[in-house]
Nanobody, 127 residues
Framework: QVQLLESGGELVQPGGSLRLSCVASGRAFSTLTMAWFRQPPGKSREFVAA????????AYGDSLKGRFTISRSDAKNTLYLQMNSLKPEDTAVYYC????????????????????WGQGTQVTVSS
């Protein structure tokens, strides 16, 4: 069983930056396809970014590439999400997700592809 623990969420002013982290345990991290999703208040969950095993590719949600960067450290069993130029509409609970399967790029954005989820970390962008 894979356990995921997110951290790094906090209150930040518009235009600011945050880096979220997700530590995975229970399985060799290098074998996991990893992703970030978010759920804004009153809205449904949406895809943020994903990264394939062994850094074999990434994918981003619409309009997020350029502001958000996903990365991973297999040595530290950790997934990261660097978020820059934050906007109030980025306010959401951010979830880390993982699957033991290798996914093709076109499947990375599907929440149903991931069988393991963290508890989430709150990001609030407000002045």
């Amino acid at each position: 069983q894979v356990q995921l623990l997110e951290s790094g969420g906090e209150l930040v002013q518009p235009g600011g930056s945050l880096r979220l982290s997700c530590v995975a345990s229970g399985r060799a991290f290098s074998t996991l396809t990893m992703a970030w999703f978010r759920q804004p208040p009153g809205k449904s969950r949406e895809f943020v970014a994903a990264i394939k095993r062994q850094n074999f590719g990434t994918a981003y949600g619409d309009s997020l590439k350029g502001r958000f960067t996903i990365s991973r450290s297999d040595a530290k069993n950790t997934l990261y999400l660097q978020m820059n130029s934050l906007k109030p509409e980025d306010t959401a609970v951010y979830y880390c997700a993982a699957t033991t399967r290798g996914l093709i790029t076109s499947s990375l954005a599907g929440a149903q592809q991931y069988e393991h989820w963290g508890q989430g970390t709150q990001v609030t962008v407000s002045s």
